[in-house]
């Protein structure tokens, strides 16, 4: 069974760079999928940010491309996202997930994913 857990600070002040980790149990992140973020801001949808791959190429949202960044640590099985120049737009819940595709934004494309957790960006 694979697990997927977000980590990372709740409050982020606006200007920052918010960083959220997913530690993945159960199976290596250098398989065959797609190891992606996502958010979902409140009374919005899911929104697809990016994706590192199990060969370490990244694929992020044009949007958010200029601000967003996706590392991964293969020895602690974890990936990690950078947002930065955070404003209350990026205020969300937001997850981490295993899919077999990019710039998927239904849960119904991916097998497995973290609980979510809650980012408020606020001074």
């Given amino acids: 069974q694979v697990q997927l857990q977000e980590s990372g600070p709740g409050l982020v002040k606006p200007s ?3 960083s959220l980790t997913c530690t993945v149990s159960g199976g290596s992140i250098t398989t065959s999928y797609y190891w992606t973020w996502l958010r979902q801001p409140p009374g ?17 949202k044009p949007s ?3 601000r967003t ?3 991964r640590d293969t020895t602690k099985n974890q990936f990690t996202l950078h947002l930065g ?20 934004s239904a849960w119904s494309d991916y097998d497995y994913r973290g609980q979510g957790t809650q980012v408020t960006v606020s001074s």
Avoid: F, H, N, P
């Fill in 64 to 66: 958010l491309k200029s």
């Fill in 85 to 104: 120049s955070v404003t209350a737009e990026d205020t969300a819940v937001y997850y981490c997930a295993r899919g077999r595709d990019l710039q998927r």
């Fill in 44 to 60: 919005k949808g899911l929104e697809w940010m990016g994706a590192i791959t199990s060969s370490g190429s990244t694929y992020l």
């Fill in 16 to 18: 920052q760079t918010l």
């Fill in 69 to 71: 960044s996706i590392s």
